[in-house]
């Protein structure tokens, strides 16, 4: 084996072993914290729903496809994913986790966007 070979095969192990490593699926189970002294909590979701379940529409809009309405495309970022509203993609683990999943390969990717549609959180004045 070459001194070139062994550096490739060592280069190829190395970036295998990080995609295995990043593909682990870390659980928070957090709950929501406290409120610090001093603030006032407004909001907040615990995602506590039930397993392979949509998070609440009450709090939660899922963008799907590649813009807004209107908007440029690829959400003006290039991103190539199309977003979806599949429990495949976004859903909550029954844990009070909301996972969100991108699924694919190459310039063929799933994912989910989603965003509050709270509109009654606004910043102090001043």
Do not use: K
Not at 44 to 60: K, M
């Amino acid at each position: 084996m070459t001194r070139r070979t062994r550096r490739l095969a060592v280069a190829s192990t190395i970036l295998c072993t990080v995609a295995a490593t990043m593909a682990v699926a870390y659980n928070a189970n957090a709950a929501i914290p406290p409120v610090p002294a001093g603030w006032t909590q407004v909001w907040a979701d615990d995602f506590t729903g039930p397993a392979n379940t949509l998070p609440s529409g009450a709090n939660w809009i899922i963008d799907t496809g590649h813009n807004y309405p209107g908007g440029p495309g690829n959400w003006g970022t290039g991103e190539i994913q199309n977003y979806t509203n599949s429990t495949q993609n976004v859903a909550h683990d029954g844990a009070g986790n909301l996972r969100i999943t991108p699924l694919g390969s190459g310039q063929n990717w799933t994912s989910s966007r989603i965003e509050t549609v709270r509109t009654d959180r606004r910043r102090p004045a001043h």
